[in-house]
């Protein structure tokens, strides 16, 4: 199967404000959205929705998609090795989440394919390189090794090596790094705890200065696209030097809602 991982989303009150950040610091592709809907911007690969937050939905960082040959192959795996799990189609507004489901430890995702009928904008496009672009996405798990050998099973994902002393798992597309990492409420000592979800997206860039030197102008030009402040203190330091753990990163940083993102060469 190839699979490819082509999705990503935040909930957030502010979708134009958050797409404009993308777009300016990334260079991410995309138009303003209109009043009240979803924002999409794409590295050329990757797709980023901003979607509205609605009532009952938290926001931050929220899901990831995957873009398939044939969902009806993974349905037939899943019914093989993973019989509990079910798909859920999506109402047809959606520019990519044709279907939805989630893996073994209750992380929800999209299915998508080329042909789907949803599919629209940035996401019909072809491929194409930027300088900037999303490297790798990082979900924090109570059951890593299980739920590493879900996205292996059912979407051909190829282990990368790493070192022995490393607790993550590196799975690739051949583009994008999927990192599943362990979660242990220990990890959060001395500060707020975060509960296992998607923790971080992480950029490659040509140049790491160049980035933080055009993140600065950026804030100093629209402060309100400046990074949100981490927590002051000992339990922001703590935050942050788990942030910093990911071997993939090189500094971290964050948007204006607080979605920790890493850069690297």
């Known amino acids: ?62 899901h990831f998609g995957f873009e398939v040959d044939d969902v009806d192959e993974v349905r037939d795996r899943l019914r093989e090795g993973y019989p509990s799990i079910e798909l859920s189609r999506r109402p047809g507004s959606r520019p990519f989440a044709g279907i939805s489901t989630h893996d073994p430890v209750g992380n929800v995702f999209d299915l998508s394919q080329k042909d789907m009928a949803n599919r629209s904008g ?28 879900f996205y292996m099973d059912v979407f051909d994902l190829e282990e990368m090596e790493k070192a022995p002393s490393d607790p993550d798992t590196y799975l690739t597309d051949g583009r994008v790094t999927f990192v599943i990492s362990p979660w242990r409420i220990g990890d959060y000592a001395g500060g707020g705890i975060e509960r296992p979800a998607l923790e971080h997206i992480g950029f490659k860039v040509e140049s790491v200065e160049q980035v933080l030197a055009d993140l600065e102008a950026m804030s100093e030009r629209s402060p309100e696209l400046a990074p949100k402040p981490w927590k002051a203190g000992s339990e922001g ?3 942050l030097r788990q942030f910093a753990q990911c071997r993939r990163g090189q500094v971290q940083l964050c948007d204006p809602d607080g979605v920790l993102i890493d850069v690297s060469e």
């Open 237 to 239: 330091e703590v935050r």
């Open 122 to 149: 940035l996401y019909t496009e072809e491929i194409a390189d930027q300088p900037r672009r999303v490297d790798h996405v990082v979900l924090r798990v109570v059951e890593a090794e299980r739920a590493a050998r």
């Open 1 to 62: 199967m190839s699979a490819k991982l082509r999705h990503l989303a935040i909930v957030s009150d502010r979708p134009a404000l958050l797409s404009q950040f993308y777009r300016e610091l990334f260079g991410m592709k995309g138009s303003p959205p209109e009043a009240g809907a979803a924002a999409v911007v794409s590295d050329g690969y990757v797709g980023l929705n901003v979607n509205p937050r609605v009532p009952g939905r938290q926001g931050g960082f929220d």
